[in-house]
């Protein structure tokens, strides 16, 4: 499993550049199921391979 940490501003990036409100609005709605973040010394990384899946199964739904 791909263990990398990727920023929000890759994450915002990768989910099609979307705005950090955007990124907060999906953390916060249950029904997205947007992976959480790891806060490390109050910053917020992703783990890369948890971001890309999600992506997959939104591009799968639609």
Known sequence: MDKKLIS???V???CGGI???S???WLHDTDLNFPKPIY??????WRQADVL???ETQVEAA
Not at 40 to 45: D, K, N
């Open 53 to 55: 899946a999600w992506v």
């Open 19 to 21: 705005s950090d409100m």
């Open 40 to 45: 490390i010394s109050r910053r917020r990384y």
């Open 12 to 14: 915002r990036e990768l």
């Open 23 to 25: 990124l907060w609005r």
């Open 8 to 10: 929000a501003a890759t």
